[in-house]
């Protein structure tokens, strides 16, 4: 038995299925690693790298860096080294990791869902512009990505990251990744129940924690209260989602099982009511059972999409309920899922009186400059503070009403708007062949491109299509929920020459629509005709559909030429 590092649980009650073959479950009695990600965090727990950053490789700089924690161990502190500039996308595949390796990294900083106050949002700015080339990055997990962070800078990131009451512990790796909580938990109107404690006592207990530090792969937790179910629920390991028991009054749903990338699910819902006190305790339960039940023998079958695909959602809250929690959980109904858009974009109305300001950087991202005028615009204006969202927003709450539509236009003034086109405000896209080592095409500033475009060839559009750009396969950006989802590939163009290119999935959707939506076989679209077929695409959508017909709706009936 490895050194698990907690005390085993004792002889099940319950019984387990097991596959056919091993695949290295700790529960099951397979404890040697079977793959080399498995083998390098037994030999040592990668939280422990922190010190070797803080008192060797900071010290020593990038060539004493030990390979083991230069591509592992180093994700668990939130950095991965980023791609060497001039490397294109059909190289991607072929080359080594180190031949790809630049000597700088990227960093993620975690928020979990925190009310950043000016201070935060001020340190996060400075952060970005003092080491990092004044980068910045708004990413989909609620995080602050930066780009050219060197190892000898990362103490002092730490340092001025930890006195704004931040961290990039475990923004990375086969760990508890960033929660995504509601930014407006606390203050809409229409909100079930304010889940902010619960996240905060998940990350107190269990970020850390080398019981929860060596998961088979990443392990991605949401939290909403809110109605709209702005935290896509449906596409995490485990989700929590307000809802309301007749009896016991507001608390939380629990779904499980979901994730993208390659073998999409979504989540499984377990149909029960936990009350907001016991949401960190069942968090334990769901991330001990993937912990200890999850697959560890391929890297591609280790998430917990697949061990709840296998069970099925009873016999997972069976075991959850059994070996874990040592109570039954309250049966409730789910809540019903929300159709449309979840962003907060605009101007509204808090339980308080006060206001919520939703803006919108392009495709996130912005800039360290950027983040230090929000944070004089957050005390000039005496706001509560900020929140990321996790579709690369940025919500401003607690405004006086009398002085919103004045901090609004200040707003707009640094590239962050609140009435943002159709185009700006619903167009998503990873990091990129910039500075991703996966990535295959470029996608931020084609993003940037297409967007421009798109606003000057429909310059009004009161229409939501929603337009997810990714580098690669892994679904960083969330492609196969998307209206119009955009994977990077390699494409052969009408020359018969490999250029950048995407894949096409349309009528993605989360809420009530979900869906991965429709993937149309041998179609496959160029870099360079994206603005056109994204244009046709909209215009036939426009002429086609019915009285109030989504997007997604449309494409699931249109006939095949209309959406080619």
Request: glycine content about 10%; aromatic content about 8%.
């Amino acid at each position: 038995m490895p050194d698990l590092r907690y005390k085993p649980a004792p002889p099940s009650k319950t019984e387990i299925p097991r596959p056919k073959r091993g695949e290295g479950q700790w529960a099951l009695g397979y404890t040697e690693p079977l793959n080399k990600n498995e083998q390098s965090k037994k030999d040592d727990d990668p939280l422990n790298v922190r010190d070797r950053i803080l008192y060797v490789y900071s010290k020593r700089g990038f060539d004493s860096i030990d390979p083991a924690d230069l591509r592992g161990r180093f994700r668990w502190m939130g950095l991965y080294t980023q791609r060497k500039p001039g490397i294109d996308g059909g190289k991607t595949a072929t080359l080594d990791e180190e031949e790809l390796d630049d000597r700088y990294f990227m960093m993620r900083v975690r928020s979990d869902g925190q009310l950043l106050s000016h201070q935060a949002v001020r340190a996060l700015g400075t952060i970005g512009r003092d080491f990092g080339r004044d980068t910045a990055d708004v990413t989909d997990r609620e995080n602050i990505q930066y780009h050219w962070i060197e190892i000898e800078n990362v103490p002092e990131i730490w340092r001025r990251l930890e006195e704004a009451g931040l961290s990039t512990l475990e923004a990375c790796g086969d760990s508890p990744r960033p929660f995504l909580g509601s930014p407006v938990a606390g203050v809409a109107v229409d909100e079930i129940i304010d889940g902010t404690s619960a996240l905060e006592e998940i990350k107190r207990r269990y970020l850390g924690d080398p019981k929860f530090s060596n998961f088979p792969r990443k392990f991605k937790t949401a939290l909403t209260g809110h109605p709209s179910h702005d935290v896509s629920p449906e596409t995490n390991d485990v989700a929590f989602v307000g809802a309301v028991h007749p009896v016991h009054g507001p608390g939380f749903d629990v779904w499980v099982g979901g994730g993208l990338s390659t073998n999409p699910h979504l989540t499984t819902r377990l149909g029960v009511w936990v009350p907001l006190e016991a949401v960190p305790d069942v968090w334990e339960g769901v991330a001990g059972i993937f912990r200890d039940y999850g697959y560890r023998r391929l890297r591609s079958k280790a998430r917990l999409k697949f061990l709840v695909a296998d069970w099925g959602g009873e016999k997972f809250r069976e075991v959850l309920e059994n070996e874990y929690l040592g109570y039954t959980l309250e049966d409730n109904p789910s809540p019903e899922s929300p159709l449309g858009h979840r962003d907060h974009i605009g101007v509204h109305e808090q339980k308080d009186g006060n206001v919520y300001i939703g803006v919108a950087p392009t495709v996130g991202r912005v800039s360290g400059t950027l983040l230090i005028q929000l944070a004089d615009l957050i005390e000039r204006y005496d706001a509560s503070g900020a929140r990321l969202t996790p579709y690369q927003k940025i919500v401003i709450l607690g405004v006086d009403p009398a002085r919103a539509e004045e901090l609004v236009a200040e707003l707009d003034g640094i590239g962050l708007s609140a009435r943002p086109s159709t185009w700006r405000r619903n167009t998503m896209a990873c990091t990129g062949i910039e500075f991703c080592k996966l990535a295959i095409v470029d996608t931020k500033q084609r993003s940037h491109d297409l967007i421009d475009s798109l606003e000057q060839r429909f310059p009004v559009l009161s229409e939501q299509i929603t337009v997810n750009v990714n580098g690669c396969p892994n679904a960083c950006a969330r492609t196969q929920v998307a209206d119009i989802g955009l994977k990077g590939q390699l494409v052969t163009d009408e020359n018969g020459d490999q250029v950048e290119g995407f894949q096409v999935h349309l009528g993605g959707a989360t809420g009530l629509q979900a869906n991965f939506g429709r993937k149309l076989r041998q179609h496959k679209v160029t870099s360079a005709g994206l603005d056109d077929y994204i244009s046709s695409l909209t215009e036939n959508y426009l002429r086609d559909r019915e009285d109030g017909e989504s997007f997604t709706t449309w494409v699931a009936r249109a006939d095949e030429e209309l959406v080619r």
